[in-house]
Every structure is written in C-alpha cells, then in structure tokens.
C-alpha cells in the first residue's frame, strides 16, 4: 500500500510562487507514473502535469511554462513548483501514484492519492 502525503499548500498573492511536496512511503514509487491533479469546488478533479520513470513531464496547456514536476527518486517525494500564479489556480491540490510506469490523464486510472492540499490565490 501506498500512502502519499502532500504539503507546501498556502495563500498567496496573484504572481507569487508556491512549492508542493509529495512525501510517499509503503512502497518505492520510483517504479511508477505520478502526476498532480487539481480540483476547484464544484468541478472535476483535472490532471496538471505528469512525471514518468524516466523523468519525461508532460504538462496541461493552462500550466505549461508556469509549473514544473519533478521527483527525487532516493527521497521517495514529488514536487510541484508553481510560478506566476493566477486566481484560477485555486484549488485543493492533489498528488497522485499510478500502478505502474504508464501514465494516463484520466483520474480513473490512478491507483493511490494523497490527501489533499489548499492553495488560494487572491487578487
């Protein structure tokens, strides 16, 4: 089983730049496809980027060029940097394990999630 804890959520201004980590253990992850998803209230949880075991991103068009995944395999953890943040980012954001190496954008095909955490944006 694996269990993924996510931390680095907060309130920020319009612009400024936020880190989240993603802390898993139970089993290595190095092995499997993660990614970050969000979800605003009253919409669907939606994919944001996606990290492979060989290191490749692929982001969604609303977020390329202002965040950045990465992982550190021997520390087991995810991450998430976001730049130039905007009010439309805010969400509760959500790390996320897939079986295996394969990586898929629909939320149905994620094996573990974290718990959540709240980024705000103001204006």
């Known amino acids: 089983q694996v269990q993924l804890v996510e931390s680095g959520g907060g309130s920020v201004q319009a612009g400024g730049s936020l880190r989240l980590s993603c802390a898993s253990s139970?089993?290595?992850?190095?092995?499997?496809?993660m990614a970050w998803f969000r979800q605003a209230p009253g919409k669907e949880r939606e994919g944001l980027a996606l990290?492979?075991?060989?290191?490749?991103?692929t982001y969604i068009d609303s977020v390329k060029g202002r965040f950045t995944i990465s992982r550190d395999n021997a520390k087991n953890t995810l991450y998430l940097q976001m730049n130039s943040l905007k009010p439309e980012d805010t969400a509760m954001y959500y790390c996320?394990?897939?079986?295996?190496?394969?990586?898929?954008?629909?939320?149905?095909?994620?094996?573990?999630w974290g718990q959540g955490t709240q980024v705000t944006v103001s204006s």
């Open positions: 996320a394990a897939y079986l295996n190496r394969w990586c898929f954008w629909d939320a149905k095909s994620v094996a573990y």
């Open positions: 990290i492979d075991t060989t290191g490749t991103t």
């Open positions: 139970g089993y290595s992850t190095s092995n499997r496809c």
